[in-house]
């Protein structure tokens, strides 16, 4: 490998460490914008541990305003690390750990829920900026009330039924050749 291509992988690899970041922050922070510009526009979204529906492929702002939906009633704090990145040409795919800490004062169980795991994440290169094309959330384990998440609270059980529906999973089916 010459410097110049050194050099470009670690370039590459900085960006998409920056996307991964930049995801979380703005999970964080509740800057939609910023959560939903790590995306491509189609994105293939595996939350089944978390959400138990099948892979989907969804509207990146479909699935960014579930995330709001979801995550906006609590504080939250996620924290990446062993980034493991492989890149290839325009695509790469890397496997980011994490903890999300979520907190709600809540007096139906423990205030806070906490994951700890990782991010299967593949990107692809769209205008020269690395972007999410496909992630998979998993976990090893949680602690806390995950009841504090509200699955019944009218707007958010509508935006699931949009980013959840049959036709998301026949996509996602179709897209992966399954």
Not at 135 to 146: A, C, E, L, R, Y
Request: overall charge negative.
């Amino acid at each position: 490998m010459t410097d110049a291509e050194k050099l470009a992988l670690i370039w590459d690899e900085r960006a998409i460490t920056k996307t991964m970041l930049n995801f979380g922050r703005a999970l964080d922070t509740g800057d939609w914008p910023l959560y939903r510009s790590t995306f491509t526009d189609l994105v293939l979204i595996d939350f089944k541990r978390l959400t138990s529906f099948e892979e989907i492929q969804v509207d990146a702002d479909d699935w960014t305003r579930f995330a709001e939906l979801i995550l906006s009633p609590v504080r939250r704090h996620h924290v990446f690390t062993n980034f493991d990145i492989s890149v290839d040409g325009d695509k790469a795919f890397a496997i980011v750990y994490m903890t999300a800490r979520h907190w709600k004062s809540s007096d139906l169980g423990a205030s806070e829920y906490n994951q700890h795991g990782w991010y299967d994440v593949y990107f692809t290169r769209v205008d020269q900026e690395w972007k999410i094309n496909r992630i998979k959330h998993d976990f090893q384990w949680v602690s806390g009330n995950n009841g504090m998440f509200d699955m019944t609270e009218p707007k958010l059980a509508e935006n699931m039924k949009i980013v959840f529906c049959d036709a998301n999973r026949a996509a996602a089916i179709a897209s992966l050749g399954l």
